[in-house]
């Protein structure tokens, strides 16, 4: 096991055990406010824009999960009917494909938080930098994954030769 799939790896386990932690706090915010809005008749004026906020979280963080997982929805139809050599070529040119989506993520995904760097939100008060780091921050992660697919594939296709 390579550093880079170690790291990988590691990293994976932290943002699983994150999107544990964040889909109950989303859960447990949305049912309280269910509760306070319905049983008690009060609204909780910051509950909807939180649990907005952690769903944000919770899909960028899940898509690293997936990607790790190699559980991404994908039309593998074409490449089943390639040659071998062939089909490594295209797992290669899609990795660095997804690598340059990642790098868009990380640089535009900086422009923009930094952009909104003085925007408060509305309810919490919260610098909006906050909510939209998170899209770099989803970007490295993915970035992360995707050189450790590229070094496999690469190593692979090298060994086989």
């Given at each position: 096991m390579s550093?880079l799939?170690?790291?990988?790896?590691?990293?994976?386990g932290w943002i699983?055990?994150s999107?544990?932690g964040?889909?109950i706090s989303?859960?447990?915010i949305?049912?309280?406010q269910?509760?306070?809005?319905y049983?008690l008749?009060q609204?909780?004026f910051?509950?909807e824009?939180l649990a907005?906020?952690?769903?944000?979280?919770?899909?960028?963080l899940?898509?690293?999960?997936a990607?790790?997982r190699?559980?991404?929805p994908?039309?593998?139809?074409l490449?089943?009917?390639m040659?071998?050599a062939?089909?490594?070529?295209?797992?290669i040119t899609v990795?660095?494909?997804?690598?340059?989506?990642f790098?868009?993520?990380?640089?535009y995904?900086y422009?923009?938080a930094y952009?909104?760097?003085l925007?408060?939100?509305?309810?919490?008060?919260?610098p909006?930098w906050?909510?939209f780091s998170?899209?770099?921050v989803?970007?490295?992660?993915?970035?992360?994954?995707?050189?450790?697919?590229?070094?496999q594939d690469?190593?692979?296709?090298?060994r086989?030769?």
């Open positions: 550093t799939e170690k790291l990988s790896a590691t990293v994976n699983e055990y999107l544990f964040i889909g989303m859960t447990v949305v049912a309280v269910v509760f306070f809005r049983v008749n609204s909780l910051w509950s824009e907005r906020y952690l769903l944000v979280w919770l899909s960028f899940g898509a690293s999960v990607y790790r190699k559980a991404h994908g039309i593998d139809i490449q089943a009917k040659p071998v062939l089909q490594k070529l295209a797992a990795h660095i494909a997804s690598l340059s989506l790098t868009v993520m990380i640089v995904g422009r923009f952009f909104v760097r925007q408060i939100s509305p309810a919490l008060y919260l909006k906050v909510v998170i899209i770099p989803s970007g490295c992660i993915l970035m992360i994954h995707g050189f450790n697919f590229l070094l690469v190593t692979r296709a090298h086989d030769h």
